[in-house]
């Protein structure tokens, strides 16, 4: 299911989502959404399977049936979304063009251990992952696509059980790590000169985490020279970490935020099945970040009247499911709309009230 969450605080429950999107058999574990094209999410499910849909329409826009014969840990866009980087229960890191259905490259067993490993791209191309050593310690390491051989850099760590989830932010090129279980968060700066991986610190405080949300680099305050901020889950509440940059001025940190992806696409869904791509859309974050008017997701599903019956011969119809004639379907069809175009106006307007009242009420206090 798609919900839409309005920019205002809404008054009521939203009990409705936007559009409900059917094709896996099991429960779907992993969603993402395409960073240049519009409306294009990606799920994968417990039955092996990765479907990229066009929320706008409710139509599967590819699937990837026979890619992955174990359980799917983890997968992630590259940064113009033509390849897709996975990681499988069968100890497998894969790189996958969708739109051709075919694995550009693979890597059987980047870690060593038998804990599940995550992986994700860098903004030049190259893979982080994340897995376990034969001695349990933890991992992360720097891959090149083009030569699987050996890792370009490998940092161990410390002997633990919890998988670490990397969550990496392309503008500064640090990688954050977090484990589920663990109640630190460490941090490397990845560059193009060896050693490739440098340690930077550690977070830390005394309740573990459960799971832990990422913000994007539009939702921070650069006022306060903020660079990441996480969402820290514990067992009854969610606690925001912020991190900041010490900086004795308070003009705009050029070096701090470079142009970062916003939220308009570069590509229509249909323009990026047929094989185009396009690096996302950067927006300057010297004012802070602005969210655009109108950004209300419109699904519009395809009319079941253009969908050409059978050619071939008939069965016999009784009168009770004779099909109706163009007339009546187009008066029903006017009907339907009248009455959601009236729905809506008193959705409207119901809010309105809600939002006087509840004026009124602050006003009495």
């Not at 968060?185 to 985490?209: A, D, G, M, W």
């Amino acid at each position: 299911m798609v919900w839409q969450i309005p920019d205002y605080t809404p008054m009521r429950n939203i009990t409705e989502p936007i559009i409900t999107l059917e094709g896996h058999s099991k429960r779907v574990g992993i969603l993402s959404w395409h960073p240049t094209a519009r409306n294009v999410l990606l799920s994968a499910g417990g039955d092996n399977v990765i479907i990229m849909w066009n929320v706008g329409t409710g139509e599967v826009l590819l699937s990837l049936d026979d890619m992955h014969p174990d359980v799917i840990h983890s997968v992630c866009w590259n940064s113009n979304g033509s390849l897709l980087a996975t990681t499988c229960k069968d100890k497998t890191l894969r790189i996958i063009d969708p739109r051709k259905g075919q694995v550009v490259a693979e890597r059987a067993r980047p870690h060593e251990g038998a804990r599940p490993l995550r992986a994700v791209f860098t903004a030049d191309g190259k893979l982080l992952s994340t897995g376990f050593s034969r001695m349990s310690e933890r991992q992360l390491a720097l891959w090149d696509p083009n030569n699987f051989e050996e890792p370009v850099a490998l940092q161990e760590m410390d002997t633990s059980n919890g998988v670490l989830l990397p969550f990496y932010d392309p503008d500064s090129s640090i990688v954050y790590l977090c484990g589920k279980g663990d109640s630190s968060i460490r941090y490397f700066e990845i560059t193009e000169e060896p050693p490739f991986v440098h340690y930077l610190n550690t977070f830390s405080s005394k309740e573990p985490q459960r799971g832990m949300g990422f913000m994007p680099k539009r939702g921070l305050d650069v006022s306060k020279c903020e660079i990441a901020r996480f969402y820290k889950l514990h067992e009854r509440k969610c606690e925001p970490i912020i991190m900041t940059v010490p900086r004795k001025s308070d003009l705009f940190q050029d070096d701090l935020y470079p142009d970062t992806p916003g939220p308009e696409p570069a590509l229509e869904a249909d323009e990026w099945l047929a094989g185009q791509d396009a690096e996302p859309v950067l927006i300057s974050l010297r004012d802070g970040y602005v969210p655009p008017k109108h950004r209300e997701l419109r699904v519009t599903k395809r009319n079941i009247l253009d969908v050409r019956l059978p050619s071939g011969p008939r069965r016999s119809q009784s009168a009770s499911d004779a099909p109706l004639s163009q007339h009546t379907l187009e008066t029903l069809l006017e009907e339907i709309k009248a009455l959601r175009e009236q729905v809506q106006a008193q959705e409207q307007r119901i809010t309105a009230l809600e939002n006087m009242l509840c004026e009124l009420v602050d006003g009495t206090d």
